[in-house]
């Protein structure tokens, strides 16, 4: 198949542009880099040295013998190019990953707010309306969240998209429908993802498009089969305040020393993925597209669910690391139970890689290898989910 990778620069985007490389696939990168610079405006790297993405490609070519092409495109701006591009290459599926993606960022400030709105809710609609004027019949994968469901599934186990409920209608009794499982979003960066499932909604039913939505869980790990070929394939490995997730960010401050960052009573419950079952996923959700003329294909891409002070138990036994507990910046509940379904990827053939499998390999190879290169300066969540 050919495919488009949207965001394939990023650190879900790289190895699946590699994963599905490594399979034959046909693959274009299309980034403008966003990610990048908002490192050089955040002060911060990635824990692991990532190469440009020029030397990237040129590495993968000498270990594979593949070529990826590269297409520096903003989607949120450069509609006429993106539509080209369709028309050019005639993808079978594009995967978009192309958006900021880290909820802390979108709470920074009043300008982070509407960069992450306009950025990302620019990228999904231009998408969908540039599918739409190719004439072509390519299949968008998206990648969503489970945070659009704001963390609180009052003991239900949270669907694969859609709700089945029993409307009580006058003069027809109940009536049976599916209704898009309702969000509730903890931040701006999760308002978008909720209303990118609405622009996914309207363009599966008015122009039956065929699009795939993958509410993904928190990813954790950094390198896959393909990323641990060559030092310049490397993945990247975030650790700040900002974009570093709960149990990346556990990893690395054990490895340098620094109390593990528990914020209120880390009774936050929250889905998990490892990213080699991150590409494998994308992989199954390229392969198996929804017929067209179907409503939005949603599942739910998580493979376990953890307590964060629990993850940092876990941390702390297996490193020696203290545990800090810190105010919460986010206004949420305390504690929260979170059951999710996730039988579609079981059913389409996904074998998960579980935490105790993966946390040792992941402290030695990258955490201890790499932690000279660390800022402990931008380790603590210094956005504010409401003023002070
Ligand atoms: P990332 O920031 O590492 O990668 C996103 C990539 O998209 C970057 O390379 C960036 O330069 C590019 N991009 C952003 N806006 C763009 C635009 N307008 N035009 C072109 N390129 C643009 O993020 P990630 O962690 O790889 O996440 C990828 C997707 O997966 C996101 O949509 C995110 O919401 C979703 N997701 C990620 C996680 C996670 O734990 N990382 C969890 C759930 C969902």
């Given amino acids: 198949m ?11 985007g790289w190895p699946t542009a590699l994963h599905l490389s490594d399979l034959g696939h046909d693959i274009i990168i299309v980034d403008n880099l966003s990610r990048r610079d908002i490192d050089n405006e955040l002060s911060v790297e990635s824990l692991t040295p990532i190469s440009p993405i020029q030397t990237r490609i040129k ?29 050019k290459e005639k993808p079978d599926a594009v995967v978009h990953f192309a958006e900021q993606r880290a909820a802390p ?44 469901y704001g963390y609180s599934s009052v003991g239900l186990p949270i669907p694969e998209g859609y709700l089945p409920v029993k409307l009580d209608v006058p003069n027809k009794g109940l009536v049976d429908q599916d209704i898009l499982y309702p969000t509730n979003p903890g931040s701006i960066y999760h308002m978008t993802k909720s209303l990118d499932q609405i622009i996914f909604a309207y363009y599966a039913k008015n122009d ?11 990813v954790w790990g950094t390198q896959t089969d393909q990323t641990k070929r060559d030092e310049r394939l490397i ?18 401050q054990a490895a340098v020393g620094y109390p593990l960052t528990v914020h209120g009573t880390g009774g936050q419950t929250r889905a998990f993925i490892h990213i080699k079952d991150t590409v494998r996923c994308i992989e199954l959700a390229v392969t198996n597209p929804p017929a067209k003329g179907n409503k939005v294909h949603i599942m ?21 690391a203290t545990i800090k507990p810190m105010d919460n910046p986010r206004k949420e509940d305390a504690e929260n139970d979170l059951i999710v379904r996730n039988d579609n990827f079981l ?32 380790i603590p969540c210094e956005s504010l989910w409401v003023k002070k």
């Fill in 2 to 12: 050919k495919v488009l990778i949207l965001g394939g620069d990023g650190f879900c």
């Fill in 59 to 87: 590495a993968w070519k000498e270990v594979s013998g593949k070529t990826l092409g590269f297409e520096n495109l903003d989607l949120s701006k450069d509609y006429a190019e993106l539509v080209q591009l369709l028309v």
């Fill in 105 to 148: 960022y979108s709470m920074k400030s009043s300008w982070h707010k509407r960069y992450t709105v306009d950025n990302n809710i620019s990228a999904t609609n231009n998408l969908c309306a540039a599918v739409v004027e190719s004439g072509l019949d390519i299949h968008v994968v998206h990648l969503g969240t489970m945070g659009v």
């Fill in 208 to 218: 039956q498009m065929r699009v795939t939505d993958l509410h993904q869980g928190i």
């Fill in 235 to 252: 993945n990247r490995f975030d650790y700040d305040g900002d974009y570093g997730t709960v149990l990346n960010r556990f990893l690395m």
């Fill in 300 to 320: 739910n891409q998580v493979t376990e669910t953890h307590r964060v002070r629990d993850l940092a138990k876990l941390v702390s036994e297996l490193t020696g």
């Fill in 347 to 378: 059913k389409l053939g996904l074998n998960p890689t579980k935490l105790e499998a993966g946390l040792l390999e992941e402290v030695k190879e990258i955490a201890e290898k790499y932690k000279h290169r660390a800022d402990l300066t931008r």
